[in-house]
């Protein structure tokens, strides 16, 4: 009796055992295929040209965009629209840069310039993404959502020339606030 109790615990305990590292197995594998899924994002698809008409003015036309260009970590998208200004001096550009992730190196690099390789006297914003900064010497927001990098831009050719309340307008176009 004891033997046949013995062997019915020990079978159920093997059982017990199997059905936990299948279910913990099953469990990484799913986790780690949602982990390795990295989606293409299109800068003119976040940002479209009606959005552009909003910001700039009905005006607004679609300028450079060059996309997607490609390395083995990253999908780089851009999307540009211009105010078409009567001159050179009153043109203002809007322009969007997308740096998706094609693998985990590719996140790192996009991470990368939030951390370590953020430039120095940058004023970090609130409200887009996991991070945001506003870099007045380029211009530019800098957004880091969803393992992307977006690069936004407002304003007129000059650096100088952009506000953070400019770019503001763009991005709240592009994250749809």
């Known amino acids: 009796m004891k033997k046949k109790l013995i062997i019915v ?11 936990f590292f299948y279910s913990k197995n099953k469990a990484d594998n799913k986790a780690e295929k949602a982990a390795n899924t990295f989606v293409n994002i299109d800068a003119c698809t976040v940002f479209t040209e009606a959005e552009a008409q909003e910001v700039l003015g009905e005006a607004a036309t679609k300028g450079t965009t060059t996309g997607p260009t490609s390395s083995d ?7 540009t629209y211009s105010n078409n200004g009567t001159s050179a001096a009153n043109i203002q550009l809007a322009t969007v840069l997308v740096r998706s992730p094609k693998n985990s190196a590719g996140v790192d690099s996009n991470k ?66």
């Open 112 to 177: 990368a310039v939030f951390g370590n390789g953020k430039p120095q006297d940058v004023e970090m914003v609130q409200g887009y993404g996991a991070e945001a900064y506003y870099n007045a010497d380029t211009g530019q927001l800098n957004v880091f959502k969803d393992n992307a990098w977006y690069i936004i831009s407002n304003g007129l050719s000059s650096p100088s020339d952009r506000t953070l309340e400019d770019t503001k307008a763009v991005a709240d176009k592009t994250f749809n606030q």
């Open 9 to 19: 615990l020990v079978v159920a305990l093997l059982a017990g055992g199997g059905y």
């Open 73 to 79: 970590d990253i999908n780089v998208s851009t999307c």
